[in-house]
């Protein structure tokens, strides 16, 4: 079959742009769902009207199969649903799609609902909404309203396989026909983590596959998923489509979108954005800036999402420069910064600069990732593991094609050096993905088995309106929860 481009654009436009709409009826006023829908939907029309893409990849059934089964076992053994074992993350991922199946949009807690006194204790009384970037849920929330919570799970797999398989032929459209090589990249990118983990576990005695490096640590993309699959995939995909466009019209549409799934990652796109609405420079394609999708929509989401996200102002507590965080430590500080650089991505960096030194794409995303551990927003720094997605995605683009190269290569000649050296780089940073593998299958084989009698994250908190855990009512609180949220711009302007 013959896939067009443009019919692609208008899937992936409509996968990203549902969810938001569902929000914009969900949670704000009639009047104003009805006219930021009507814009939203304006927005994207001029969007796909403007593009003049006419690009086409001859893909086989077998390799639609193949990448729709790939991805679906990709998010289920990665634990999206909970059907499996799941990182620490999922205490509240699990929580979230359960209020967004069982609570009114929006959702609004009365505290005296929480059976746990401990946990009544912590959160004190009253009633307040949860804010959070819950996007993502909305759709298998929907489909949870209509038929429980269990296929609201079921339909949260299947959405966020949609979502990989949609980015994974937006890459197929950047290497000019489908190739194996665009998920299996995609599925293993990261670091050098191993080769850390090797060496800290040598002296240290312990470590970590995935966060070694105190304060500076940017994860892999199988780690993504297994954490923040709710910014991670509709980043990809944006992404995708936005390093895809061979124009600077639709630049502040994609910022926009998604900054809607994820405020961090907006952070690390902006710069890349300018980037591209520079890129051409004659006057003419300056004013192409100028257009309905850039403007509109920027200015609809953040209005809209900028109060809702920042109506909770305490999820951001913990902040500074990151020499704050290293008192009197400046050596080490010195030292974790460059082993963040060369294993996380200067490797790399390396190795395609030959390919992009002249790309200006290239040197932005590179200037992002240096630039970005200067501040630290989060205990967890979320501001540089997420705030990396777009320039980390520049970065994996550009090796996917080094990769292309090499495979193209060693078919020609196997002993083909460069090849081989390239391929082998690929192998040694993909080790950190199969062992998170490895513990994913074995814990979740464990768990279906019956074995030991640890407590699955996901039974930890449950519902935010009645928390199982005590010790998880101070991150629920911080995190989660806007007090006094009628006096909140957003809850005034917009929310019902």
Same mark, same amino acid.
């Given at each position: 079959?013959? /896939? #067009? ?23 704000? #006023? ?40 790939? *991805? ?86 299947l ?8 980015t ?57 998923? +297994? =954490?923040?699959?709710? !910014? ?6 944006? +992404? ?19 900054? *809607? ?7 690390? +796109?902006?710069p ?11 006057g003419?394609?300056?004013? @192409? ?7 509109v ?37 010195i030292?974790c ?19 992009? #030194? ?26 540089? +593991?997420?705030? @990396?997605l777009?320039p ?8 996917? !094609? ?12 196997g =002993?083909?050096?460069?090849a ?13 993905c199969?062992?998170l /593998? ?40 911080? !995190? ?17």
């Open positions: 079959m013959v /896939l #067009k481009y443009r019919s692609l654009l208008i899937a992936a436009s409509i996968y990203l742009l549902l969810p938001v709409v569902i929000f914009f009826l969900g949670f704000t #006023k009639l009047y104003w769902a009805i006219i930021l829908s009507a814009l939203t939907f304006v927005s994207a029309f001029f969007v796909i009207r403007t593009i003049d893409d006419k690009r086409t990849i001859t893909i086989s059934k077998k390799y639609i199969i193949g990448i729709a089964l790939f *991805c679906l076992a990709w998010c289920y053994i990665a634990g999206i649903g909970e059907f499996t074992w799941t990182t620490a993350d999922h205490n509240v991922r699990y929580a979230i799609l359960n209020d967004v199946v069982n609570y009114k949009w929006p959702i609004i807690y009365d505290l005296s609902t929480q059976s746990n006194p401990l946990v009544l204790e912590q959160l004190g009384s009253g009633s307040v909404a949860f804010a959070y970037y819950l996007i993502f849920w909305l759709v298998p929330g929907l489909v949870g309203k209509l038929f429980g919570l269990m296929a609201a799970r079921v339909a949260l797999i959405w966020s396989s949609l979502g990989l398989v949609l994974v032929l937006a890459l197929n459209f950047m290497q000019k026909k489908p190739m194996v090589t665009a998920f299996v990249l995609l599925f293993v990118f990261g670091g050098f983590d191993i080769v850390m983990y090797i060496i800290t576990s040598a002296i240290n005695g312990g470590s970590s596959f995935e966060g070694w490096n105190r304060e500076f640590y940017i994860h892999g993309n199988y780690y993504q998923t +297994m =954490n923040t699959f709710n !910014q991670t995939i509709p980043c990809w995909l944006i +992404m995708s489509l936005f390093l895809n466009s061979r124009n600077n019209r639709s630049v502040g549409f994609w910022g926009a979108l998604c900054f *809607c799934y994820s405020p961090w990652a907006t952070v690390g +796109m902006v890349l954005a300018i980037c591209k609405l520079y890129e051409d420079k004659s003419r394609n300056f004013k @192409s800036i100028l257009t309905i999708g850039n403007i929509m920027p200015i609809v989401t953040l209005a809209v999402f900028g109060l809702y996200y920042t109506a909770n102002s305490g999820a951001t507590d913990v902040k500074g420069f990151i020499w704050n965080f290293f008192p009197n430590q400046v050596g080490s500080m030292g910064y460059l082993l963040y650089v060369l294993v996380e991505f200067g490797l790399w960096s390396l190795l395609i600069f030959k390919d992009q #030194k002249n790309n200006p794409m290239f040197w932005v995303a590179l200037i992002v990732l240096l630039v970005m551990p200067i501040y630290k927003i989060t205990k967890a720094n979320d501001f540089l +593991m997420r705030g @990396s777009a980390i995605f520049v970065i994996t683009t550009y090796v996917l !094609q080094k990769v292309d190269t090499a495979v193209s290569a060693l078919k020609k000649n =002993n083909d050096t460069k081989v050296g390239v391929i082998g780089m690929l192998i040694v940073s993909a080790c950190t199969f062992i /593998l490895a513990v994913s299958i074995s814990a979740t084989v464990q768990l279906y088995r019956g074995d030991g009698d640890s407590i699955q994250p996901k039974d930890e908190i449950v519902s935010f309106g009645d928390i199982a855990d005590e010790n998880q009512a101070d991150l629920c609180r911080r !995190q989660f929860f806007v007090y006094e949220y009628e006096s909140k711009p957003f809850y005034r302007v917009f929310g019902k």
